[in-house]
Nanobody
Framework: QVQLVESGGGLVQPGGSLTLACVGS????????VGWFRQAPGKERVVVSA????????YYLPSVKGRFAVTRDFDKNTVYLQMTRMEPEDAGTYSC???????????????????????WGQGTLVTVSP
């Protein structure tokens, strides 16, 4: 089973950029659907972005579309969440999660459902403040 470790969180000013990394070990992330989730204090966890296995489908939360992008480095077995033009509402603890799907069965609304993901990283804190 793959294990995930996030990094890259920190303090960024509104309008700034930050890139989070999700490093996989024990499995090839290209065979996994990978999601990025955010939880802010007092709020429910939301899916910010998700990428189906083999990169055949992407999802972005409407409020981040055009500002965030998910990319993958095959050599480093790492998925990145590139965040630009950040807003205070983007703040929270970001976690990556994965579910093995080499058959590319996970897509559509299923991709956005946190309950399908069976492996989670520890999370990394993102603060957006002047």
């Amino acid at each position: 089973q793959v294990q995930l470790v996030e990094s890259g969180g920190g303090l960024v000013q509104p309008g700034g950029s930050l890139t989070l990394a999700c490093v996989g070990s024990g499995g090839i992330l290209d065979d996994y659907a990978v999601g990025w989730f955010r939880q802010a204090p007092g709020k429910e966890r939301v899916v910010v972005s998700a990428m189906a296995s083999k990169m055949h489908l992407f999802y972005y939360l409407p409020s981040v579309k055009g500002r965030f992008a998910v990319t993958r480095d095959f050599d480093k077995n790492t998925v990145y969440l590139q965040m630009t033009r950040m807003e205070p509402e983007d703040a929270g603890t970001y976690s990556c999660a994965a579910v093995r799907d080499p058959w590319q069965n996970v897509g559509g609304s299923t991709l956005r459902n946190p309950s399908i993901y069976d492996t989670w990283g520890q999370g990394t804190l993102v603060t957006v403040s002047p």
